[in-house]
């Protein structure tokens, strides 16, 4: 009985490895694409129309052998730099990349100079 | 000096912040992708809406002249309000109609084309909505002016009487 019930378990698990890359894939794309229907959810999360097109797209952009990175070139060609949740490091995003850091530094200057003070 | 500065930094922070939030609440938040233009239109096949045959774009943009792509649904409530400007631009030679059936049910857009006209010399199906994003569109509908293989201009929502006349002064 033992014996059947885990082969039963393995023979369920066969379909989802076989196709366990793709989703994954397919997940990993679509978890950093911005839907543009319902803003502030990401086209995995979302079930608007536009979200379920861009997810058959990106099944059919993997099938025809493009690249993660090749397939975000090619919605940001479409809907600019806004789809990405991760925008590249650019002209019009290098403020967004750089001031956390510039904070950072400003405030590690800060503290160190309060400390040399107080010494 | 010392006792001042203090205050002053905080007042001029609030003063900051309020300015920045202040603005930030005229600004709309929902972002519109740039009607980008010149740029090169989509290569892409479909389906045509009559004859169920297969149609790759070149075949259908292929002349020098002013193509308008306009992507509708018989379900979509703003469609209905630009019919009659599609209809009106259909009388032009200088423009030819090119109509993308998103999503829709056949019947229902059938019966749509024949209450209200069909202005368009080819309707193409985009079934699962995936053309509709090759063109960089996001919602019905949404139209684009095209001229030489390249988007001249994109229209996103309903047409009306301010841009048919706009792109009546880009075709003549």
């Given at each position: 009985m033992r014996i059947l019930k885990i082969t039963l378990i393995i023979l369920l698990l066969i379909p989802n490895l076989l196709f366990a890359d793709d989703k994954f894939e397919r997940n990993k794309i679509t978890k950093n694409l911005r839907c543009l229907i319902c803003q502030g959810q990401s086209v995995y999360d979302s079930d608007s129309d536009f979200a379920n097109s861009m997810k058959i797209l990106v099944d059919k952009k993997l099938a025809e052998g493009f690249s993660e990175n090749e397939i975000y070139e090619f919605f940001k060609e479409k809907?600019?730099?806004?789809?990405?949740?991760?925008?590249?490091?650019n002209k019009n995003t290098y403020i967004l990349w750089l001031l956390p850091i510039l904070i950072f530094l400003l405030g590690g200057a800060i503290i160190i100079k309060k400390l040399k003070f107080k010494n | 000096m010392k006792d001042k500065l203090i205050p002053s930094i905080i007042i001029i922070s609030f003063i900051t912040i309020f300015l920045i939030f202040y603005k930030g609440l005229q600004e709309t938040s929902i972002y519109t992708p740039k009607s980008e233009i010149k740029k090169d239109i989509p290569i892409f096949s479909s389906v045509k809406f009559d004859s169920k045959e297969n149609i790759s774009s070149s075949e259908i943009f292929n002349s020098n002249k002013f193509y308008l792509l306009n992507i509708w649904a018989s379900w979509c409530v703003p469609c209905r309000q630009e019919h009659a400007y599609l209809m009106r631009l259909s009388e032009s030679d200088q423009v030819t109609l090119i109509g993308l059936n998103y999503k829709d049910n056949f019947n229902n857009a059938q019966n749509f084309l024949k209450k209200l006209g069909n202005p368009y010399e080819t309707i193409l199906l985009d079934e699962d909505g995936t053309i509709s994003i090759e063109w960089g569109a996001y919602g019905v509908p949404e139209t684009f002016l095209i001229h030489k293989n390249k988007i001249v201009s994109k229209y996103i929502g309903p047409l009306n009487e301010e841009l048919i006349n706009e792109i009546y002064s880009i075709i003549k």
């Amino acid at each position: 009985m033992r014996i059947l019930k885990i082969t039963l378990i393995i023979l369920l698990l066969i379909p989802n490895l076989l196709f366990a890359d793709d989703k994954f894939e397919r997940n990993k794309i679509t978890k950093n694409l911005r839907c543009l229907i319902c803003q502030g959810q990401s086209v995995y999360d979302s079930d608007s129309d536009f979200a379920n097109s861009m997810k058959i797209l990106v099944d059919k952009k993997l099938a025809e052998g493009f690249s993660e990175n090749e397939i975000y070139e090619f919605f940001k060609e479409k809907y600019g730099d806004w789809i990405l949740y991760d925008p590249d490091l650019n002209k019009n995003t290098y403020i967004l990349w750089l001031l956390p850091i510039l904070i950072f530094l400003l405030g590690g200057a800060i503290i160190i100079k309060k400390l040399k003070f107080k010494n | 000096m010392k006792d001042k500065l203090i205050p002053s930094i905080i007042i001029i922070s609030f003063i900051t912040i309020f300015l920045i939030f202040y603005k930030g609440l005229q600004e709309t938040s929902i972002y519109t992708p740039k009607s980008e233009i010149k740029k090169d239109i989509p290569i892409f096949s479909s389906v045509k809406f009559d004859s169920k045959e297969n149609i790759s774009s070149s075949e259908i943009f292929n002349s020098n002249k002013f193509y308008l792509l306009n992507i509708w649904a018989s379900w979509c409530v703003p469609c209905r309000q630009e019919h009659a400007y599609l209809m009106r631009l259909s009388e032009s030679d200088q423009v030819t109609l090119i109509g993308l059936n998103y999503k829709d049910n056949f019947n229902n857009a059938q019966n749509f084309l024949k209450k209200l006209g069909n202005p368009y010399e080819t309707i193409l199906l985009d079934e699962d909505g995936t053309i509709s994003i090759e063109w960089g569109a996001y919602g019905v509908p949404e139209t684009f002016l095209i001229h030489k293989n390249k988007i001249v201009s994109k229209y996103i929502g309903p047409l009306n009487e301010e841009l048919i006349n706009e792109i009546y002064s880009i075709i003549k």
